[in-house]
């Protein structure tokens, strides 16, 4: 006999019990049960916070990262204004432009040797809270 119909007649065979829902509708997805109802809230809701501070550390390390390019660049284009003879009126400038106005730095010299440095502070999250001071350090030959 074919176990399909003896489980019709008796009425037990290939139901579930009364308080869940059948285990897959006719498309073949699975249907949640009704304990289950809550659970992706509550693993969401779980989750949220920790995909929001990782996504808030990427940013924060990106902008540390940024900052670092734009100091180093503006030390490198410092050290080589600095090289070719200009005043540090003309090397303040070159510096301002590559690394931003908020960017300090120093120059110092060693014999044929010029070096100069540049820092910024980048601020973490919207209200910029613990500060990071970035350095950037370049030196070069003086120029004849």
Known sequence: MNF???????????????????????SGIPEPSDLESG????????ALPAVVLLIAVVLAIAAVMGTQLQVSDAARAGARAAALGSDETAIANVIGHTAGLRATHHISADGPWLTVSVSRSVGLGPLRLHPIQVTGTATSWREP
């Open 4 to 26: 399909a119909v003896i489980g019709s007649r008796f009425g037990h065979i290939g139901r579930t019990r009364r308080n869940f829902p059948p285990l897959s509708t006719a």
């Open 39 to 46: 659970a992706i809230t509550a693993e969401f809701a779980t």
